[in-house]
């Protein structure tokens, strides 16, 4: 498989180039070449017969993505070793809720959000192929809470990689917090910076973008453009597909990273008739379903935190298959985005939008609670309740199963979830001690050259 890129510049690469490389060159997001009706007679498209195990299916499904590059053998042993992390038999599992509606748990994997499903295969894929370039890299990451925890574990044991997560000192949650300083590895360095989270985000762009020290220090991203993120996340899209038939599918949704793979996930042969795209309000996507525009907004804080996105960075790779895989229109219309905060822009009939408020939110963690006696968390109720209005708005059949994604353990979000039920849900056993592990971070100014010297020494080691 070769990847463009949506600005329509960069040059073409194969998938350990685009693993490594992150944001391409000329800024835009690598795209497959080829990616359409490949599950066709290997058991996973919706046809009945049994279904294989999920490290099977996904390593099925994924391979044509990454060979020639990397051999599909070791490519299913690196799969069947990710998902050895995850604390179910299987990996995610879908639970029925009712009514025709579903939910996939996505959270059983080390630090219980579902970007562990990608991460943890990201981190393996990229030390692999760092191995046989016999390269290392440091992965520097900004984090407001659930992304640093998912890189941090997906690099402990990796011997070619480092990484340095920045968080804001004292503005995250507690769990949060505890994920990310309690991880006793040599490879990992947390930094408290006394500043917010866009002051994270701004010392790691201007580490990137200083050519000598992102060289000398072999900087590397794990963001959520990661074309390997979006990829990891294809087959659980495929597997729930698999066992439903014909389905809708209803993603709490911020930066586009997993509803995008459901659309992959159809493209390639999965049964998915609609996707609902759930927000908070923070609403951009929803507004881009309802007007096809795309305005920002000020981000507003929300109980769930992990949605409060203005501007959903892959956004551009289905802005750029409905502009027919037209670089120079993609890139003239992000440009125009970016310098005025408002466009048009194209829309494709299968995605449909509900938002929830916090509110809306509380009410629908407590139905769910009520009705089924299941502890949800905010951005899987938001699913749910996106999934809800959609059927009862006729904007998706009702007679079709919803499958609504799991995103978070609801242990992530204890005090929302207390709020709305009166329970305070506990962490899995294998985190029980959170809160007695000694914690180990550095504080340090919002300052970039205090920043460098601390990676820099905490590199070097
Ligand atoms: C990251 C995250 C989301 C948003 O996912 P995208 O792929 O960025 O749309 C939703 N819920 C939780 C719990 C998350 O951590």
New binding site residues.
Partial sequence: MRYVSTRGVAPELGFGDVLLEGLARDGGLYVPTGASAQLGGSGVDGEPGPIPPYVELAATVMAPFVVPDMVAARFAEIVADAYTAFGHPDVVPLVELGDGLWVQELFHGPTL???DVALQLVGRLMDDELARRDECRTIVVATSG??GSAAIDACVGRDRLSIVVLHPAGRTSEVQRRQMTTVDAPNVTNVAVEGTFDDCQDLVKAMFAHEAFRDELRLGAMN?INWGRVLAQIPYHVAAAAQLGRCVVS?????????LAGWYAARLGAPIERFVVATNRNDILARWVARGDLVAEPVVATL?P??D?QV?S?HERLLFELLGRDGTATAELLGRFRATGSVEAPRDPAFVAARLDDDETLAEIARVHDETGMLV?P?TAIGIGAARRARATGAVDPSLPVVCMA??HPA?FPDAVETATGIRPPLPARLADLYDRPERYEVVAAHLESVQELVRVNVAR
């Fill in positions: 959000a579902f970007k659930d992304t959520s993603v709490p949704s911020g930066n586009f990273g997993n509803i769930s992990s949605m996105i959903s892959n968390d951005h995103t978070a992530k």
